[in-house]
Every structure is written in structure tokens, then in C-alpha cells.
């Protein structure tokens, strides 16, 4: 049991002692650690935040940078009167504190860019890749997760059906030592019989504490992957080990899939392509941006006069208002070629982790693919195995019961018995992990029983 175990543990006795429990199936518990697991949280994240940044980028295409200010200040008073010559006097001064008054101005601004040359476009391709390469992220994480709680759950299955067994062994070992103690006393047995029993006795009980102490871990475990407290004890739904419903397809097949569903290369990919995009960018922003602009100017002074004449130079009291058509260019050339080179080398470094990673990629689904395939040949044989373990028990209680079998034979064939139920249910249990490996590696879901 455990092999099974993860990192995640409890304090022993933390299920003697809890307070309440929980029965989950795998999907509930799958359900619960995808909720709870701060990985994923973390991952979600990072794809919002990408996604603001594609949003952010799609709009500076088409919402032009507008921009309004206004302005409060004191300026001199300004009045105007004509003489009876028709020239223009003001009886106000330039210093008096008197003869100051306020204004106030507002000035908006707008620029749209008309055409880029493709710097916004390939910039907003960066920008949907880096979300691609985040949601491959997310994938992974939730794969990783799926994964641990997959083995934890078969490691608690596993760990019950034990528990169950041992009893069961228990038992029998009860029941055998009544027998032993009845033809000691009747002469039939010796004391070298008792010490030789004595001696499997404690070994099944050492063996019993062993399957205890080992589902008391993977219950932890599997409690603190679905971020539930210490004082919660968990049980599975499942009651009986048996293998899940999956039929093994061929390596190839497998290798396909995992060339174009593992999320680990669609994370790389995108990367690449990020990289790509913003490296066009670059190269783009040595080409001219073509663009509308427009402006709204007022002026508003009570206290100053307004001649209202074109040829009179007014700094208060106007309102303005156009638009142009221009571009703008930036000439610092070598800049430019010195970005494009750093994303260039950036998306070579990328594409150069591409074979490394593809060639790890199949080598794990070849790993996994073995060990399924191996898991699932042991059960099938298991079986026979343990019918026969059965049927030597059942020969040798009989043989013994008449007296003409001695107790090292049925200790033997106790023993026989045990270890093969034992190695049965680990055959099983690791062709359900099996299973949900190979569906890690390859970047798809393949048991029936998951979560899609």
C-alpha cells in the first residue's frame, strides 16, 4: 500500500481520532481536489491574466488613445473697452492683485492608427498564443493532479480490500490454531507443531499492523489532496477491487495521440509561436505607423475680453477644433534589428527543446504503455494463480483434518494462499494506476471512471 503514498501525510492515529467521515467515489474525489488544489489556482491565473493582455492588444487596433485634460488657473484681468476713436483700452494692469481673475481650459486629444504594417496584428498573435501556451499549462496541472489523486484512491481501495483480506487470513489462523491446540492435547501434534505456528501467527499479525499503518497513509493522503482537515476520516465508495473498464490499444496509437494531445508539447508550441509573432513585431516597428489625429481645444476667462477677431492672436476665450492624417516613424533601425535578434534567439532556444521533449514524451508513454500492458497480463494470470492457491488450502485443511497432513504443510499452504490474495489485489490496483499513468502520458483521459 505503500508505494501509493505521496508526499501529502497525517499525523499518526488522525483516523481513530476524527470527528466525521466522508465517503467519496473517484469521480467525487477527483471533483473535490480539482477544486481545492492551489496548483490550479495559480495556473487559472496566468490565463487571465493572458487574456487581458490579448484583450488589451485587440483593442489598441481598433479604440484609438484618447486622452482629456483640464486645467485651472489665475491669469490678469482683461477688460475691453473702445474710445470714442474706436481704439481698444483695458483699465486693468498686469500686476495688481486686484486685477487677477481665473480660467480654466480643457484640451482632448485623439490618435487612431489607421495601419500598422502588421506591428498590432502580430503583437495581438503573440498575445493568443501566450494564452494557448497558459491553458496548456492548466492542463498539465489538472493532469498532475488527476494523477495523484487516481493513485490515492486505488491506493485506498487497494488498502481496504487488504485490511479485509487480513481479517479473513486472521480467521482462518483462529480457526487453525483451535484445531492445533485440539491434537496437541490429544497427542496427535508436538510441541515443535505450537513453536512453528507460533511463529506464522506472528507473522500475520506483524503483516496485519503493516496493512493498517499503510491505508491509515493513503487515506491522509488522499484527505489532503481533496483539502479536507485532519479531523475528517475518508472512505472510498468503491468496495471491491476490480480492474477498470479499458481496453489497451496499440503503442502507436498511443504515441500519436500523445504527439498532438500532451500538453507539455502544445505548451512548448505555443511558446514558439509567441515568440514568433512578437519577433515579426520587431521587424514591423521599422516600418512607419499611418494615423488619424484629432483635437478639441477650449478656453473659458469671464474676466478677459474676447475681441472675437480671426487676425487677433487670443490665448483665452477660443474654442478649436481639427484632425490630420500623418505618420509616424521611428528611424532607430539597429534597435529594432537588436529586438528581432533577442526573439529570434529566444524561439530558436524554444525549437531546439522541441526533439528533446518529444523523444521524452514517447519514451514515458512507451514506459507507461509497458507497464499497462504488463499490469494487465499479471491480473489475467493472477487469476489462475490464486484459484489454485485456493484449492491447494482447501486440499490441505481437509488432509489435515484427518491427520494426515503435517502443520508445516498447511502453514505453507496458508501462506501461499495469503500472499497471492495479497499480490492479486496489488495486480489489480496497478493496472488501475496503470491505466491512469498512460493517460497522463499520452494528454488524454483514458478510464472511463475519471473525470473528462
Given at each position: 500500500v505503500g508505494r501509493f503514498a505521496l508526499a501529502l501525510s497525517a499525523p499518526a492515529g488522525v483516523s481513530a481520532q476524527a470527528s466525521d467521515t466522508v465517503t467519496v467515489s473517484l469521480v467525487e474525489a477527483e471533483r473535490r481536489a480539482l477544486e481545492s488544489n492551489p496548483l490550479l489556482a495559480g495556473a487559472q491565473a496566468r490565463i487571465e491574466v493572458n487574456r487581458a493582455q490579448e484583450g488589451r492588444a485587440k483593442r489598441a487596433r481598433w479604440v484609438p488613445d484618447l486622452s482629456l485634460r483640464n486645467s485651472w488657473g489665475v491669469v490678469p484681468r482683461q477688460r475691453g473697452a473702445f474710445t470714442e476713436y474706436g481704439v481698444l483700452v483695458s483699465p486693468d494692469t498686469l500686476l495688481g492683485?486686484?486685477?487677477?481673475?481665473?480660467?480654466?481650459?480643457?484640451?482632448?486629444?485623439?490618435?487612431?492608427?489607421?495601419?500598422?504594417?502588421?506591428?498590432?496584428?502580430?503583437?495581438?498573435?503573440?498575445?493568443?498564443?501566450?494564452?494557448?501556451?497558459s491553458e496548456a499549462g492548466l492542463d498539465k496541472t489538472r493532469a498532475d493532479v488527476l494523477l495523484m489523486v487516481r493513485q490515492l484512491y486505488w491506493g485506498v481501495v487497494l488498502g481496504q480490500e487488504l485490511e479485509d483480506a487480513a481479517e479473513g487470513v486472521l480467521e482462518k489462523v483462529a480457526e487453525a490454531e483451535t484445531k492445533l491446540m485440539e491434537q496437541y492435547d490429544e497427542g496427535t501434534a508436538t510441541q515443535n507443531d505450537l513453536f512453528k505456528f507460533e511463529l506464522f501467527q506472528y507473522e500475520v499479525n506483524r503483516r496485519s499492523r503493516e496493512v493498517q499503518a499503510g491505508l491509515d497513509q493513503t487515506q491522509a493522503g488522499l484527505r489532503a489532496a481533496m483539502g479536507l482537515g485532519d479531523?475528517?476520516?475518508?472512505?472510498?465508495?468503491?468496495?471491491?477491487?476490480?480492474?477498470?473498464?479499458?481496453?489497451?490499444?496499440?503503442?502507436?496509437?498511443?504515441?500519436?495521440?500523445?504527439?498532438?494531445?500532451?500538453?507539455?508539447?502544445?505548451?512548448?508550441?505555443?511558446?514558439?509561436s509567441a515568440r514568433r509573432s512578437l519577433m515579426v513585431a520587431e521587424q514591423r516597428d521599422a516600418w512607419p505607423t499611418l494615423f488619424f489625429g484629432g483635437s478639441v481645444s477650449a478656453n473659458v476667462a469671464p474676466d478677459r475680453y474676447d475681441p472675437r477677431n480671426p487676425f487677433w492672436q487670443n490665448q483665452t476665450n477660443?474654442?478649436?477644433?481639427?484632425?490630420?492624417?500623418?505618420?509616424?516613424?521611428?528611424?532607430?533601425?539597429?534597435?529594432?534589428r537588436a529586438e528581432a535578434a533577442v526573439q529570434r534567439t529566444e524561439m530558436t532556444q524554444l525549437e531546439s527543446q522541441t526533439d528533446a521533449l518529444l523523444a521524452l514524451v514517447e519514451q514515458e508513454v512507451r514506459q507507461a504503455w509497458l507497464k499497462a500492458s504488463r499490469a494487465h497480463t499479471d491480473v489475467e494470470e493472477g487469476r489462475a494463480a490464486l484459484q489454485?492457491?485456493?484449492?491447494?488450502?482447501?486440499?490441505?485443511?481437509?488432509?489435515?483434518?484427518?491427520?494426515?497432513?503435517?502443520?508445516?504443510?498447511?502453514?505453507?499452504?496458508?501462506?501461499?494462499?495469503?500472499?497471492?490474495?495479497?499480490?492479486q489485489l496489488r495486480n489489480i490496483a496497478d493496472f488501475n494506476t496503470a491505466v491512469a499513468e498512460l493517460s497522463r502520458r499520452v494528454g488524454l483521459d483514458l478510464s472511463p471512471q475519471g473525470t473528462p
Open positions: 492683485v486686484k486685477d487677477m481673475s481665473w480660467f480654466t481650459q480643457v484640451d482632448l486629444r485623439l490618435v487612431q492608427p489607421l495601419w500598422t504594417f502588421g506591428k498590432l496584428g502580430s503583437r495581438i498573435d503573440a498575445a493568443g498564443h501566450a494564452v494557448e501556451a479531523d475528517v476520516a475518508v472512505r472510498v465508495e468503491t468496495e471491491a477491487l476490480e480492474t477498470v473498464s479499458f481496453a489497451l490499444d496499440s503503442l502507436t496509437a498511443y504515441l500519436e495521440l500523445a504527439r498532438a494531445s500532451r500538453p507539455e508539447l502544445r505548451e512548448l508550441r505555443a511558446g514558439i477660443y474654442f478649436r477644433g481639427g484632425g490630420v492624417v500623418g505618420f509616424e516613424w521611428n528611424l532607430n533601425f539597429s534597435q529594432h489454485a492457491s485456493e484449492n491447494w488450502l482447501r486440499a490441505e485443511l481437509q488432509t489435515y483434518d484427518i491427520g494426515i497432513s503435517e502443520i508445516k504443510d498447511l502453514i505453507e499452504a496458508f501462506r501461499a494462499n495469503a500472499e497471492m490474495k495479497v499480490q
